[in-house]
């Protein structure tokens, strides 16, 4: 059985702590290892697509990230109490034929006692940008330390 610390109930500083782990996953484009941050019948709500399972979530992940190119993600604590975390995001992509997206969205995230998310619910918007407009830079993989977040960048 695998643990995920922090575990709840969660303080401001270990849901903040959290929230980085799950973007620095989500920045390695690794969907095995993403999978090993939920529960085994992890439940999943992406948009209209609802998922079961780490294999399901697997599976999700290599389709999103075949289609996402050059994926740069930035998530940011919104609140937390015992063991839920919200959190907003952006991340910026683009398609095969060279669009760029931003994408723009929340999640609403539930934890086991191991630390393990059994439930995430995401509600996204795309909205198509110029390349000249990415403000995610950073050299592919996770986001740099010193890199500000979505409120220093003024994001909303």
Not at 54 to 76: G, M, P, Q, S
Not at 121 to 141: C, H, M, T, Y
Request: charged share 35%.
């Amino acid at each position: 059985m695998s643990e995920r610390p922090p575990f709840p109930p969660f303080t401001k500083e270990t849901a903040i702590q959290k929230v980085r782990m799950a973007e620095n996953a989500w920045n390695t484009h690794d969907p095995e290892k993403v999978s090993l941050a939920y529960t085994e019948d992890s439940q999943w709500r992406n948009r209209g697509e609802f998922l079961q399972g780490r294999n399901a979530i697997v599976e999700f992940l290599k389709r999103k990230w075949v289609r996402e190119l050059d994926y740069r993600l930035i998530k940011e604590l919104w609140c937390f109490t015992d063991n839920r975390i919200a959190v907003r995001f952006k991340y910026e992509w683009h398609d095969d034929s060279g669009n760029w997206c931003r994408s723009h969205g929340n999640e609403l995230w539930e934890f086991d006692e191991r630390g393990l998310m059994r439930r995430r619910e995401a509600s996204i918007n795309d909205v198509p940008i110029q390349a000249s407009d990415r403000k995610f830079l950073w050299k592919q993989g996770p986001r740099p330390e010193e890199h500000p977040g979505l409120t220093e960048m003024g994001l909303f």
